[in-house]
């Protein structure tokens, strides 16, 4: 079953703009990832977060963890064309193997 | 430095023929082993993992099959495809370590017809 739910389901905005992307997931984790994907390509890690952390940064990436919400987000600052993707959360459990669980993804669309 | 292969990248095939997508990993050794199928504008659905030579677990109750007949090969297959096999499927892996962080191929596209 489908673990992480991203919202909003497709996002468009002009270059320089931020970007914000929530997932929402429901049992307990451990960490909390984010992957971005071109249009058929393969997935890219981005930025792991773990369960005790609250917030991460990793150049324009900006990453919150609330686990008393059961959610996260994800805010590209200052984005550029070449950010449009798919971005997608991914939960893991490390009482299931360490299985990465995925949500639906955002499609972000930077207009130039 | 690691790197994953994934082949091949396309593939047209008629109901009830055989499938084999190959996967392997190079520059490191006993990778946790993954299969993903991504589904158009879904979601990524977890098929298989595989923590060791031999070891397979199967997320999902399907025709379709996976083995590892060595470290860093993994490979899917089906004895007779369904129209609804069709889709995107990845293939990843994962340092045996519990962080979870996997690192992609590039996918293979299957189309049934």
């Known amino acids: 079953s489908q673990q992480g739910e991203e919202d909003p389901q497709a996002l468009s905005i002009q270059e320089g703009e931020n970007a914000t992307m929530n997932c929402s997931y429901k049992?307990?984790?451990?960490?909390l990832q984010w992957y971005r994907q071109n249009s058929g390509r393969g997935l890219v890690h981005l930025i792991l977060?773990?369960?005790?952390?609250r917030e991460k940064h990793s150049g324009r990436l900006r990453v919150t963890l609330d686990t008393s919400k059961k959610s996260s987000s994800l805010l590209i600052t200052a984005s550029r064309a070449a950010d449009t993707a798919s971005y997608f959360c991914a939960t893991v459990r490390y009482n299931q193997g360490g299985k990465l669980i995925f949500g639906q993804g955002t499609e972000l669309s930077v207009k130039p | 430095s690691q790197t994953i292969h994934q082949w091949p990248a396309t593939l047209v095939q008629p109901v009830g023929s055989p499938l084999s997508l190959e996967c392997t990993v190079e520059g490191t050794s006993n990778p946790n082993l993954y299969w993903y199928r991504q589904a158009a504008g879904r979601g990524l659905q977890l098929l298989f993992y595989?923590?060791?030579?031999?070891?397979i677990s199967s997320e999902v109750p399907q025709n379709l099959s996976a083995s590892r007949p060595q470290d860093r090969q993994f490979i899917l297959s089906s004895k007779k495809l369904l129209l609804s096999d069709s889709g995107f499927y990845l293939c990843a892996w994962s340092p045996s370590t519990r962080t979870g962080e996997l690192f992609f191929g590039e996918g293979s596209r299957l189309t049934v017809l």
């Open positions: 977060i773990r369960s005790n952390e």
């Open positions: 595989s923590v060791g030579i031999g070891q």
């Open positions: 049992t307990s984790i451990n960490n």
